[in-house]
């Protein structure tokens, strides 16, 4: 990796982070954290995932609910290059508070999955 990549992705880096590159079937998430970013905008949630450090980059899937079970929300990230990820999800339809759930879904194509999380919140 040329000294420029290693400045910009220092988790690529296992020495560097003390953290050795997995098999796919070794996958898990380290994080999972929902933020409510509340402004003067419509409400949105910041998402923080972790995974371990990988050799082969793997999917993921997240998916927010309202408190009747209602997919408002998606996000598929697929071949992350770092295993630190953060994005934003803006909720969709009516309900703007009250109790959600996210659920995460780390995986590879035609294998089973690698590690599933779900992180219940309010806003």
Sequence with gaps: ????????FPELLPAGSGAIPVPPEDMRFVDLKVEPV???GPVRLRVYMETTAFQQRPYMEVTLYNSRADEIASVSIIEPIQRKNVFTMHLRGGQQSGKFSLQARLFYPDQPDSDTRSLEFAI
């Design 1 to 8: 990796m040329s000294d420029d990549l290693e400045q910009f």
């Design 38 to 40: 509340l402004d003067d």
